[in-house]
Nanobody, 125 residues
């Protein structure tokens, strides 16, 4: 599966952005999709994920209550709605997917085989 992330940009603190991850090559039905981010000089970290089957979602503590991951399987698209953005949210955001992930592994970067290119989010104070 090929993934294309988009929607990044420059915003001020407190504003919102919605990132999109469009998939091609296979349907996203039955596929777990995650969002990760990497800030300058830091390691890539987990942000949010949608599991393969039940529609369940998980979030990192740093974004819980501000970010929402959602998906439209017929449209093969996953979104990350980001509200109340903070300067510390500044990073390149990546979407990732895999059809074999169990729920306990949704937060693990190494569990995902397919990755999109990053889309840059910059939040100014």
């Amino acid at each position: 599966v090929q993934l294309q992330a988009s929607g990044g940009g420059v915003v001020q603190a407190g504003e919102s952005l919605r990132l999109s991850c469009a998939a091609s090559g296979r349907t996203l039905r039955g596929v777990a999709v995650g969002w990760f981010r990497q800030a300058p000089g830091k390691e890539r970290e987990f942000v949010a994920a949608s599991d393969r089957t039940s529609g369940g979602t998980v979030y990192s503590n740093s974004v819980k209550g501000r970010f929402t991951i959602s998906r439209d399987n017929p449209k093969n698209t996953v979104w990350l709605q980001m509200n109340s953005l903070k300067p510390e949210d500044t990073a390149a955001y990546y979407c990732a997917a895999d059809g074999s992930i169990i729920n306990s592994s949704l937060r693990r970067e190494s569990a995902y085989r397919y990755w999109g290119q990053g889309t840059l989010v910059t939040v100014s104070s």
